[in-house]
C-alpha cells in the first residue's frame, strides 16, 4: 500500500505529464502553423491529429493536399482593400498597376528582405592545379524574392504587379507589412520541406520558361546554360550540404565549350541526379540520366 507522501508524488507526476502533454501539442502546433501559414489553431490540430502529431507526417499531408486544405485558411474580408492600399505606397507614377523599382526595393526592405543577397565564401575547382581554391566568391543572391515571386506566383521576373500581390497576400489573410513580412518568412521555412522545395523549383524553371523565355520565341525548346546557371546558383544554393556535387555541376556548367543550352528534361532532372548522387562513385550509369549528366560525370572523374 502506498504511503500518503508516495500518493502525492505519484499525483504531482501526473499531473506533470498532463502539462508536458499539453505543452509539446501547443508547441507542434505553432510550429505548424509557423510553416503553413493563416491556419486557425482548431485546423491545425485537426490536420496534426490526424498525422498522430508527427509535425513532419502533417507538413507533408498539408502540402501534398494543397486543395484539399485551401477552404481551411482564414477568410479577412477587409484584407483586399488593405493591401490595394499599402501597393500604393510602393506603385510605379507612370504606371500604377506595377511597384517601381526603387518602390520593389523598399518594399523588400520593409518585410527584411535584402535583394542582394549575402556573399558567401565558395570553394571551386582551378583546372591548371586541379586543387579547390577559397579565392572566389559566389553571391547568394535573390533566393527569397524568388520566394515571393513563388508565394505570389508572379508571371514576369523581376516585377510585382498590383494584382498578384494583392491576390496573394491577402490570400494570406495579409492586413500589413507585419503580416506580409510573417507569411514570408512561413513560406521560407516551408521550403525546409521536401515537398515544398520541389515545387518551388518547379516553379523556378516555369518562371524564366514560360514566362521570360518563352514568350520571346515559343519555338524554342531550350534556354541559355548562363540563364540556368544563374537561377541554380539562387535556387540550390541553400542546398549546398544537401548537394555535395553542386558546385562542380554549377564549375562544368560555366567552363564547357559543349554546354551552351539547357533544356527542360535537364533542368528537371539535374535536382535528383544530385540529391540521389553523393560522390562521383555512387553515381549509377544505368539510370536514364541525360547525357550532359553523363558528360558531367566523365569530366569530374577527370579532375581528380
Known amino acids: 500500500m502506498l504511503s500518503p507522501a508516495e500518493i502525492i508524488q505519484h499525483y504531482r507526476n501526473y499531473i506533470w505529464s498532463v502539462v508536458n502533454f499539453f505543452n509539446d501539442k501547443k508547441s507542434k502546433t505553432k510550429k505548424f502553423k509557423d510553416i503553413t501559414g493563416n491556419l486557425s489553431d482548431s485546423t491545425a490540430q485537426k490536420i496534426l491529429e490526424a ?75 582551378c583546372k591548371k592545379k586541379k586543387k579547390r581554391s577559397n579565392s572566389e566568391r559566389i553571391k547568394k543572391k535573390g533566393f527569397e524574392t524568388l520566394a515571393v515571386a513563388w508565394l505570389l506566383n508572379s508571371s514576369e521576373m523581376g516585377l510585382i504587379q498590383r494584382k498578384e500581390f494583392v491576390d496573394g497576400f491577402s490570400g494570406q489573410a495579409c492586413l500589413s507589412t507585419q503580416d506580409i513580412k510573417s507569411v514570408v518568412k512561413a513560406k521560407l521555412a516551408s521550403l525546409e520541406t521536401e515537398v515544398q522545395f520541389r515545387q518551388f523549383y518547379k516553379f523556378c524553371i516555369m518562371f524564366i520558361w514560360v514566362f521570360q523565355h518563352v514568350k520571346e520565341d515559343e519555338k524554342k525548346k531550350t534556354i541559355p546554360v548562363t540563364l540556368a546557371v544563374q537561377v541554380w ?14 558546385e562542380k555541376w554549377i564549375a562544368w556548367c560555366e567552363q564547357s565549350k559543349d554546354v551552351n543550352v539547357v533544356n527542360r528534361d535537364v533542368w528537371e532532372q539535374v535536382y535528383d541526379f544530385l540529391k540521389e548522387t553523393k560522390t562521383l562513385n555512387t ?22
Not at 494543397?66 to 507612370?94: H, R
Not at 544554393?237 to 553542386?246: A, I, N, V
Not at 553515381?283 to 581528380?304: C, L, M, N, R, T
Open 51 to 125: 498525422n498522430k502529431w508527427d509535425v513532419q507526417a502533417a507538413l507533408n499531408d498539408f502540402f501534398n493536399n494543397a486543395s484539399k486544405y485551401e477552404g481551411e485558411k482564414k477568410i479577412v474580408s477587409s484584407a483586399p482593400d488593405k493591401m490595394t492600399t499599402l501597393f500604393d505606397k510602393y506603385a510605379d507614377k507612370d504606371d500604377k498597376e506595377i511597384m517601381s523599382e526603387a518602390g520593389t526595393l523598399q518594399f523588400f526592405k520593409d518585410i527584411g528582405i535584402n535583394p542582394n543577397g549575402e556573399k558567401v565564401r565558395t570553394k571551386i575547382i
Open 233 to 246: 546558383k539562387i535556387a540550390l544554393g541553400s542546398k549546398q550540404k544537401e548537394l555535395p556535387l553542386l
Open 283 to 304: 553515381y549509377d550509369d544505368s539510370g536514364a540520366w541525360p547525357v550532359q549528366i553523363d558528360e558531367f560525370i566523365a569530366w569530374a572523374k577527370e579532375q581528380h
